[in-house]
C-alpha cells in the first residue's frame, strides 16, 4: 500500500506513522515528491496494516492499496493470462477455450429420473452432467437428497453418457464420499466461505467449482477461491448464479458485470448459472443468452424430465424437449460473441 501524506504534514506525523508502519515488521520506504511525500509499505501482513487505520493519522492524507488481497487467484501473478481447467479431460476457461455447457437435474431423485436427464442433456450437447446428492436447502424440513445412493446413481449415468459428474458437497464428513463418485466438487452459495471446508477440498486435488455467494462483493469470492488455491489445487472454476437485490422481479439479479469484472483480475475461468438466478422457466434462457453474450466460459443449468414433480426447484428447470433448441440458440450467441 502506499501512504500519501498531506503538503503541510510535518517530519514528527511521517515519522510516527513510520514507526506504526515498520513495528508491524512491514518496510517502509519514503518518496519526497515535489509537493507531497509517499511511503510505500513492502512485504506487511495487509490484514494488520488494514487494522492499523494509518489514514486517520495526523497527516495522513489517504492510503491507497497497491496488490490485490488475493494472490495466487491474481491475473497478474500469471502474466495476465487466462488459464483454463481441467474437469475429467474436459477444459474450461483459457485464451481460446471452447464455451462449455453443464446440465443436468438440481437433484438426484432416482435413477430412472436421472439417467434420463443424462441421456438427453448427452444428446443437447452437454460437456459435464450436474446433480446434486447432498443438498443444502432453507427449511429442515425440504428434501436433503439421497446422500450416498446418489452420488452411485450419478456414476451409472457417468459410465452409460461419458459425461463427468459435477455435484455439490455441503458437509467436511462428505469429502471422501464425493471425491470417490465425482468429477468436480460444488460448492454452492451458502458455502462459499465455509473456509474449513472450503481447505479441505483444497486438499482434496478434486477440480471445484465455487459459486458466489448471494451477498458477497468480488474481492470475497476471490479470496473464497485463494484458500482453495493455497492448499494447491490450481483447478477452480468460478460461477456467478445472482446476488441479494429488492428490485428484481427474479429470485437474484444475475450480475453479469461480475463475469467482465473477474475476467479483468483472475486467470481462472468464469461460469454463469442463469437458472438459480431467474427462479422460474421463463426467465431462464434469456438470461443464459446474455450470459453467453457476456464473455464467460459456459453455463451450469437445470433440467429435468418433468419439471412438475421435481423434489427441487421443477420451476426453473427446463424440459427436456426443449433442451436441444435451448443449447443450440446460447451457442450461437457464444460463438458469435466471441467472433467480435
Known amino acids: 500500500m502506499l501512504v500519501i ?3 503541510d504534514a510535518t517530519e514528527a506525523q ?13 518496510g517502509a ?3 519526497v515528491g515535489a509537493e507531497q511525500t509517499v511511503i510505500g509499505v513492502i512485504d506487511g501482513d495487509r490484514d494488520h496494516l488494514t487494522n492499523l487505520e494509518l489514514d486517520a493519522d495526523p497527516g ?3 492510503v491507497v492499496p497497491v496488490s490485490s488481497p ?6 497478474h501473478r500469471h502474466g495476465d493470462v487466462a488459464h483454463p481447467v481441467q474437469i475429467a479431460g474436459v477444459s474450461f476457461g483459457g485464451p481460446t477455450g471452447e464455451f462449455r455447457m453443464i446440465l443436468g437435474p438440481c437433484a438426484v431423485e432416482t435413477a430412472d429420473q436421472t439417467l434420463s436427464a443424462a441421456r438427453a442433456c448427452k ?4 460437456d459435464l452432467l450436474r446433480g446434486g446428492a447432498f ?15 446418489g452420488l452411485k446413481i450419478l456414476a451409472e449415468a457417468r459410465e452409460e453418457t461419458g459425461l463427468p459428474v459435477v455435484t455439490e458437497l455441503t458437509d467436511l464428513r462428505d469429502v471422501a464420499h464425493v471425491v470417490e463418485y465425482a468429477d468436480c466438487i460444488q460448492v454452492g452459495a451458502r458455502n462459499m466461505q465455509h473456509f474449513p471446508l472450503l481447505t479441505e477440498i483444497g486438499r482434496s486435488g478434486m477440480p471445484v467449482l465455487l459459486k458466489r455467494g448471494m451477498g458477497a462483493s468480488i474481492d470475497d469470492f476471490l479470496l473464497a477461491a485463494e484458500y482453495i488455491l493455497t492448499e494447491g489445487n490450481a483447478n477452480v472454476l468460478l460461477c456467478e448464479r445472482g446476488i441479494h437485490a429488492k428490485a428484481t422481479p427474479a429470485r437474484s439479479c444475475l450480475d453479469l458485470a461480475a463475469v467482465t469484472v473477474l475476467k479483468e483480475h483472475t486467470h481462472l475461468p468464469v461460469i454463469v448459472d442463469p437458472s438459480h438466478a431467474a427462479g422460474r422457466r421463463a426467465l431462464v434462457e434469456p438470461l443464459a443468452l446474455a450470459a453467453a453474450a457476456s464473455g464467460c466460459d459456459g453455463l451450469i443449468v437445470e433440467c429435468h424430465p418433468d419439471p412438475r414433480t421435481a423434489r427441487c426447484d421443477g420451476p426453473q428447470a427446463i424440459t427436456l424437449d426443449a433442451l436441444d433448441g435451448f443449447v443450440s440458440r446460447v451457442q450461437a450467441v457464444a460463438t458469435a460473441a466471441r467472433g467480435f
Open 14 to 26: 511521517i515519522e510516527a506513522v513510520t514507526e506504526r508502519i515498520t513495528a508491524t515488521g512491514a
Open 5 to 7: 501524506f498531506y503538503p
Open 29 to 31: 520506504q519514503r518518496v
Open 135 to 149: 443438498k443444502p436447502r432453507t427449511s429442515p424440513y425440504a428434501f436433503q437428497g439421497l446422500g450416498v445412493e
Open 60 to 62: 495522513v492524507d489517504r
Open 70 to 75: 488475493y494472490k495466487l487467484a491474481s491475473k
Open 123 to 126: 444428446a443437447a450437447g452437454a
